[in-house]
């Protein structure tokens, strides 16, 4: 009986071992023969040879006639000075890259570097492939000198004059209850807001209140602390405001203020009514701003229908950048990041909302995007084949810089191509 058991355990693991062997899932057992290829060996510094595998090589041709023809070897990808590229042209390249390994290769094709001036004057430059694969990406739109970013809250405010059921009392706290169903008017929080999220308000004085809740909300009402029961255990409707349904409908928005009031009881809740304040909100503002020593000012001021109050501006390093507390001028200092806090404070109750942007100030103008990739993935295979004018072992990646501007010539540089996985 043990001796039959030994056998079993023996016969289980070896159909264990076989079936490891051949199922590439397993990671700590080396691919199939047909997906083998050498390990990765990176080519020498400077050199335009690199390996997925071993003898792997590039080469790079440049076109004169619009992309018909690449009669030209090149290792120059840039465009400078008295050879900066005309509004709407393009310099078109080949890349071919040859397989000596004898074996099917998988590689991806980068610029080491791409530099472009951040300078208004200069054009818009975007990278794109015609083949074997297709791509296309806006460079000079990732280089801009200023990112923008939405905030996802509006404020709300809330204010009680009537002395129904506890709402003044100043040792409670009061809660909103919102949700953003986007049925909107098709279903609404339920009776207890179980469905809802509460968030506590914040006393601004006497009597006022805010809270900041997503764009998104749809319904919500306002509550006293421990409303849902009183000392009998029941439900206490007084203290628990009728469901304002669809809040845009109330003129609630990013860009207007509002302030819902408790003025009386509508049947068993309180009622509450809608009326515009000049509070505080910003909705859109900037997330990063790149500066160059030496390089001008930059506006960073919100313009109408970004915010809602009075904006104020601060730099928190002085030694980096300077901001003018009304205007929003930025004046470059020395190289470092620092923070532009942005602030609105709302007329009507002097509260305030802030937002920060990064501001990194550089010694050059130029943004410089490393590890480009122009195309991925590709693979190259390893059987030279018969035809020696069309080897099969060669892949021809085409593709191509284009300046998209109507009016500023393109200035830019491309260090180097290189092979990568």
């Known amino acids: 009986?043990?001796?039959?058991?030994?056998?079993?355990?023996?016969?289980?693991?070896?159909?264990?071992?076989?079936?490891c062997m051949n199922v590439p899932t397993f990671s700590w057992f080396t691919r199939p023969k047909s997906q083998a290829g050498e390990k990765m060996v990176l080519g020498k510094k400077n050199t335009y040879t690199a390996y997925n595998g071993k003898?792997?090589?590039i080469s790079t041709t440049k076109s004169a006639d619009g992309g018909v023809t690449y009669p030209t070897s090149t290792t120059d990808y840039s465009a400078t000075g008295s050879n900066s590229l005309n509004p709407f042209n393009r310099n078109y390249f080949c890349t071919t890259i040859t397989n000596n390994s004898g074996k099917d290769q998988n590689v991806s094709l980068y610029a080491s570097s791409l530099s472009i001036p951040t300078t208004s004057t200069n054009g818009t430059l975007a990278l794109g492939v015609n083949g074997p694969t297709r791509s296309y990406r806006n460079y000079s739109e990732l280089a801009k000198q200023s990112l923008e970013t939405t905030n996802d809250v509006m404020r709300v405010y809330f204010q009680n004059e009537y002395n129904l059921d506890g709402w003044k009392d100043p040792n409670k706290w009061y809660y909103i209850c919102w949700n953003d169903d986007p049925n909107t008017k098709d279903e609404s929080l339920n009776s207890t807001g179980s469905n809802g999220n509460y968030y506590l308000l914040t006393k601004i004085k006497d009597n006022f209140y805010y809270a900041d809740i997503p764009k998104t909300a749809?319904?919500?009402?306002?509550?006293?602390?421990?409303?849902?029961?009183?000392?009998?255990?029941?439900?206490?409707?007084g203290q628990r405001s009728q469901t304002?349904?669809?809040?845009?409908?109330?003129?609630?928005?990013?860009?207007?203020?509002?302030?819902?009031?408790?003025?009386?009881?509508?049947?068993?809740?309180a009622n509450v009514n809608a009326y515009d304040v000049k509070g505080a909100c910003i909705n859109t503002y900037y997330s990063t701003i790149s500066l160059a020593v030496g390089g001008g000012t930059f506006n960073a001021a919100l313009t109408s229908g970004k915010y809602i109050g009075n904006l104020e501006y601060k730099s928190s390093?002085?030694?980096i950048f300077t901001v003018n507390k009304t205007t929003g001028l930025i004046t470059?200092?020395?190289?470092?990041?620092?923070?532009?806090?942005?602030?609105?404070?709302?007329?009507?109750?002097?509260?305030?909302?802030?937002?920060?942007?990064?501001?990194?100030?550089?010694?050059?103008s130029n943004y410089e995007f490393t590890d480009v990739p122009i195309v991925r993935n590709i693979l190259i295979p390893g059987n030279k084949g018969t035809d020696d004018t069309n080897p099969a072992n060669v892949v021809k990646v085409y593709?191509?810089?284009?300046?998209?501007?109507?009016?500023?010539?393109?200035?830019?540089?491309?260090?180097?191509?290189y092979l990568g996985l």
């Open 1 to 19: 009986m043990k001796k039959s058991k030994v056998i079993l355990a023996i016969a289980l693991a070896v159909v264990l071992i076989i079936t």
């Open 55 to 57: 003898n792997v090589t």
């Open 218 to 237: 749809t319904h919500a009402f306002f509550a006293v602390q421990d409303w849902g029961t009183n000392n009998n255990g029941s439900e206490n409707w």
């Open 244 to 269: 304002l349904w669809n809040l845009a409908e109330n003129h609630l928005s990013q860009t207007q203020g509002v302030v819902f009031k408790i003025e009386g009881k509508n049947g068993d809740n």
């Open 317 to 319: 390093d002085e030694s």
């Open 332 to 364: 470059p200092k020395k190289t470092g990041e620092a923070i532009l806090y942005t602030k609105a404070v709302g007329e009507s109750y002097g509260d305030s909302m802030q937002v920060e942007t990064v501001v990194k100030v550089t010694a050059g």
């Open 399 to 417: 593709w191509y810089v284009i300046n998209n501007s109507n009016s500023n010539k393109l200035s830019y540089t491309i260090d180097k191509l």
